[in-house]
T-cell receptor
Framework: QQQVKQSPQSLIVQKGGISIINCAYE??????FPWYQQFPGKGPALLIA?????SEKKEGRFTISFNKSAKQFSLHIMDSQPGDSATYFC???????????FGTGTRLTVIP | DAGVTQSPTHLIKTRGQHVTLRCSPI?????VSWYQQVLGQGPQFIFQ???????GRGNFPDRFSARQFPNYSSELNVNALLLGDSALYLC??????????????FGEGSRLTVL
């Protein structure tokens, strides 16, 4: 059973546009929600993360929106650039656990 | 500073063989986790080790085993390889138990192909 569901599977955005990737979870014990960026041939790298005590976190062009009641969170990439073209994974974990549950990934392509 | 290093980067095995993958964490990091990433999927947790003790295990068969050495490096062993074991195996390190810091640093992985 997929603990974290991610959509869309792929996304094409024009340069300068906004990229939006959505994730949903069922386990209400999850209390840490990171997003990872992975380029081909590389391991995932932490991009930004949020805990459920806030509804939004912004770091540069990247923003996480978190809706605790809906058990959903999303990544917004403002002013998308070709260099943002990568696969993005959402993930979730809970205090006391030793692992992250990852979504299935979204392949983002930003067209110049 | 060197990041997480993994070896080998690529390897090809046949069904039934055994494989050992190696990982050196970032200097000072005491926790190492292993994840399996099948093509087109997100990473799946296999093991976490902290201070040379197993601290967590994912839903993988007993053919998978791991250990952590006194220098905090780690090995992942897979016996009796199956075609379905073909994947990118990722090692991640963290300063303390991953959940405490909230950040895992991943290596570039070992790409295993089972024929």
């Amino acid at each position: 059973q997929q603990q974290v569901k991610q959509s869309p599977q792929s996304l094409i955005v024009q340069k300068g546009g906004i990229s939006i990737i959505n994730c949903a979870y069922e386990n209400t014990a999850f209390d840490y929600f990171p997003w990872y960026q992975q380029f081909p041939g590389k391991g995932p790298a932490l991009l930004i993360a949020i805990r459920p005590d806030v509804s939004e976190k912004k770091e540069g062009r990247f923003t996480i929106s978190f809706n605790k009641s809906a058990k959903q969170f999303s990544l917004h990439i403002m002013d998308s650039q070709p260099g943002d073209s990568a696969t993005y994974f959402c993930a979730a974990s809970q205090t006391g656990a030793n692992n992250l549950f990852f979504g299935t990934g979204t392949r983002l392509t930003v067209i110049p | 500073d060197a990041g997480v290093t993994q070896s080998p980067t690529h390897l090809i095995k046949t069904r039934g063989q055994h494989v050992t993958l190696r990982c050196s964490p970032i200097s000072g990091h005491k926790s190492v986790s292993w994840y399996q990433q099948v093509l087109g999927q997100g990473p799946q947790f296999i093991f976490q080790y902290y201070e040379k003790e197993e601290r967590g295990r994912g839903n993988f068969p007993d053919r998978f085993s791991a250990r952590q050495f006194p220098n905090y490096s780690s090995e992942l062993n897979v016996n009796a390889l199956l075609l379905g074991d073909s994947a990118l195996y990722l090692c991640a390190s963290s300063l303390v138990l991953a959940r405490s810091t909230g950040e895992l640093f991943f290596g570039e992985g070992s790409r295993l192909t089972v024929l």
